[in-house]
């Protein structure tokens, strides 16, 4: 379906480009332009918010409240997949004010190719095409419907970037070398095609994550067979890469059999308070599947504990309200000792003196790939490739 060009959408994308000028989000004249000279709507023709009840509902893109969301800094969910119980988002048009500050991370120039991984909507293949021109724009997404309808409407308003349905994890080999690589999906390792395919000097940015809100944005440049590069200091967050033929992720029941209760000096809820710990968990004992969630109080559904979950059946909640002597309850049950490895976390950061993402790097070679603090070869390393 093509939504046909209206007049309306004009003034809402001038006035998108001035926020995000306005809030810091851009400082590049070119990229303002981009932003006001793209029609968003036109590549979100379908959209989907969840109502108060947590179903997905179709927001009407035409109707005046549909172009203020459109021309908005907000993510929009725009394909579902049924997972049998419930539907979930698959693809979505990542919020302007991210894109553009990732566009300009990305350290775009007059006359370089980039390949983007995760076409979507194709909302950021317009930008950079607008920007560099559409014949150095290459971009892959993993569904042919998502990839061809994206190609319609890039070229119902002109544009015709290089568009492929394939699997991210391979690159673009056919129109190698890239002098930037920008991947909107996350991934928990880098993949060799991507090094591979970057011209020597060029860089690439994505989402390294290992587990839910656990990881965050890296620009790394090529250097010979090496990629190397520090973590944004902004932290942000992608949909994890898919991939055809991956088992249907097993929903578990924890098990209570054997709990612990003890105190923790680790404050709880690092997914939602420090994000730096969570990363540094899924090296230090969470479990690959760990999940986090929150238990409620029946009568007034206030938060009471985090929890967190992994496949084994390993439980742990730990509560938010902290107990007189300033620690907090903390109860494990199952084979993992899950919340050991969020404390062993919060030492090693305390150790290396509470670092920000800004202090956090990534290395990789040919066989190895590691994140490290302030530098590669010092105390601090922890391995992406275990
Ligand atoms: C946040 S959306 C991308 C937003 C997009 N850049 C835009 O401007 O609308 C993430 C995309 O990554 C895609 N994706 C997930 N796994 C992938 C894979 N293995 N290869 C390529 N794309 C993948 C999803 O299908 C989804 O469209």
């Not at 035409?62 to 929009?76: A, E, F």
């Not at 971009?139 to 349905?165: F, H, K, W, Y």
């Not at 055809?244 to 939602?272: C, G, I, K, M, Q």
């Amino acid at each position: 379906m093509t939504v046909q060009l209206d007049t309306a959408w004009e003034p809402r994308a001038q006035a998108l480009a001035d926020e995000l000028e306005a809030r810091g989000d851009l400082t590049d004249p070119a990229w303002k332009a981009a932003v006001a000279e793209t029609p968003r709507h036109v590549l979100v023709p379908e959209v989907y918010q969840q109502d108060s009840n947590g179903e997905w509902q179709p927001l009407d893109v035409t109707s005046p409240s549909g172009l203020d969301r459109v021309y908005s800094p907000t993510t929009l969910v725009t394909a579902l997949a049924d997972r049998g119980t419930h539907r979930e988002g698959i693809s979505s048009s990542t919020k302007p004010d991210l894109m553009v500050r990732m566009l300009e991370t990305l350290d775009v120039h007059d006359g370089q190719k980039v390949l983007e991984i995760g076409t979507g909507t194709g909302y950021n293949a317009a930008l950079l095409s607008h920007r560099l021109g559409a014949e150095r724009v290459f971009s892959v997404d993993l569904d042919a419907d998502l990839v061809d309808p994206a190609r319609e409407r890039l070229a119902s308003i002109g544009l015709r970037p290089t568009l492929v349905t394939r699997d991210g994890a391979e690159g673009l080999p056919e129109h190698v070398p890239y002098d930037r690589i920008i991947a909107t999906c996350s991934v928990p390792v880098v993949p060799d095609a991507w090094w591979e395919q970057l011209a020597d000097g060029g860089l690439l940015l994505t989402d390294i994550k290992r587990g839910t809100g656990a990881g965050n944005l890296v620009l790394l440049r090529r250097n010979g067979d090496e990629l190397e590069g520090r973590f944004t200091d902004r932290w942000a967050a992608f949909m994890l890469m898919r991939h055809h033929h991956e088992r249907p992720r097993v929903l578990y029941t924890p098990t209570d059999a054997d709990a612990h209760t003890r105190t923790t000096s680790a404050p709880p809820n690092p997914w939602e308070h420090n994000r730096v710990v969570w990363f540094l968990a899924h090296f230090t004992g969470l479990p690959s599947g760990a999940r986090f969630g929150m238990r409620f109080d029946p009568d007034t559904r206030q938060p009471t504990a985090g929890t967190i979950t992994a496949p084994d059946g390993s439980h742990a909640f730990v509560m938010l309200e902290p107990t007189p002597g300033g620690k907090w309850s903390v109860t494990e049950s199952g084979p993992t000792p899950l919340w050991a490895a969020v404390e062993e976390a919060h030492q090693a950061w305390r150790a290396a003196g509470e670092p920000g993402w800004g202090r956090f790097g990534m290395t990789t070679t040919a066989g190895d790939q590691w994140v490290w603090i302030d530098e590669p070869h010092g105390k601090y390393q922890w391995s992406l490739t275990v």
